[in-house]
């Protein structure tokens, strides 16, 4: 794979692949390197550390996560989607008030994404336990959440029971 050091043209292009994937082993092999080249740029101790690099990488990185917040909330609030015909899977038209042929929508919303989406965003909508002893409750993910998410995401598989 490529000489030892990227040079500037390989590093401005891992970053806007970074950016775009938040993947560093995709992006590295898109320029010709393994992942251990540009890691190594952010290690304060490798020769070929480059603080200005390392803070492109976060500013990528970070870039990329408001990105998915972005989508997040769109799709939390919702989108108007296209109404199909459930017998021929054909998109149901209607005339609009200027007699145009337009699509008949619906909104479609994510009551769980926005849930989730608050959570993260709000300390207020945080699932909390008290904890005996200390002033401030923890906050944590209850068991019941846990559930929640894991038979969304595996709705075959059984949640193993959690030791008290």
Not at 19 to 34: D, F, K, L, W
Not at 118 to 140: F, H, M, Q
């Amino acid at each position: 794979m490529g000489p030892s050091t990227p040079t500037l043209r390989q590093k401005e292009k891992f970053i806007r692949l970074l950016r775009i994937t938040a993947n560093v082993a995709r992006s590295a092999e898109a320029c010709g390197y393994v992942r251990t080249t540009f890691y190594g740029m952010r290690n304060p101790a490798c020769a070929l550390f480059d603080p200005e690099f390392t803070q492109q990488w976060d500013d990528a990185l970070e870039a990329h996560t408001d990105d998915l917040e972005e989508e997040g909330f769109r799709r939390a609030f919702g989108e108007q989607i296209p109404i199909r015909n459930k017998n021929t899977g054909k998109t149901i038209m209607v005339k609009d008030e200027h007699g145009n042929m337009v699509p008949l929508t619906k909104k479609q919303a994510s009551d769980l994404l926005l849930i989730f989406m608050l959570k993260g965003n709000r300390k207020k909508y945080i699932d909390r336990t008290a904890v005996e002893g200390g002033e401030i409750p923890l906050s944590v993910i209850s068991s019941q959440v846990k559930q929640t998410i894991f038979q969304k995401l595996f709705p075959n598989v059984k949640l193993p029971e959690e030791k008290s």
